[in-house]
């Protein structure tokens, strides 16, 4: 247990910093503007974790995927600042409604495609 908390604490640190990387490479001006930093990091990381699923090299070795799934992609991806994000979005229901619909459908599909392109049976 201890050595699969290690593991995934570091991938979590490491996911972590490379979403603070791409919130400054994607700088949203204002509150009220979509939010297309926490939108690219979640669809990457959806596109990942549908990637990665349908990988037997990582799925089927519990270190590899406490590191990579829990860890890594845990770390980078982010249902909390979507769910803060909609909420400063209150006063334009449209980006709001926008952000979180593009975020589900874009995302579910992102998985999808990232399954479709893993899947080596």
């Given at each position: 247990?201890?050595?699969?908390?290690?593991?995934?604490?570091?991938?979590?640190?490491?996911?972590?910093?490379?979403?603070?990387?791409?919130?400054?490479?994607?700088q949203t001006p204002s509150e009220t503007s979509f939010p297309?930093?926490?939108?690219?990091?979640?669809?990457?990381?959806?596109?990942?974790?549908?990637?990665?699923?349908?990988?037997?090299?990582?799925?089927?070795?519990?270190?590899?995927?406490?590191?990579?799934?829990?860890?890594?992609?845990?770390?980078?991806?982010?249902?909390?600042?979507?769910?803060?994000?909609?909420?400063?979005?209150?006063?334009?229901?449209?980006?709001?409604?926008?952000?979180?619909?593009?975020?589900?459908?874009?995302?579910?599909?992102?998985?999808?495609?990232?399954?479709?392109?893993?899947?080596?049976?």
């Amino acid at each position: 247990m201890l050595k699969f908390g290690l593991v995934a604490a570091l991938g979590a640190a490491l996911g972590s910093l490379a979403r603070l990387q791409i919130s400054y490479w994607v700088q949203t001006p204002s509150e009220t503007s979509f939010p297309w930093s926490t939108f690219i990091v979640n669809v990457i990381g959806a596109l990942l974790i549908g990637l990665i699923a349908s990988s037997p090299n990582i799925m089927n070795n519990e270190t590899r995927r406490h590191f990579v799934v829990t860890g890594v992609l845990g770390g980078f991806t982010t249902f909390s600042a979507i769910a803060v994000e909609t909420i400063q979005l209150a006063s334009t229901p449209l980006i709001s409604i926008t952000y979180v619909v593009a975020t589900f459908a874009v995302g579910i599909a992102a998985t999808h495609i990232g399954s479709l392109l893993g899947d080596h049976k």
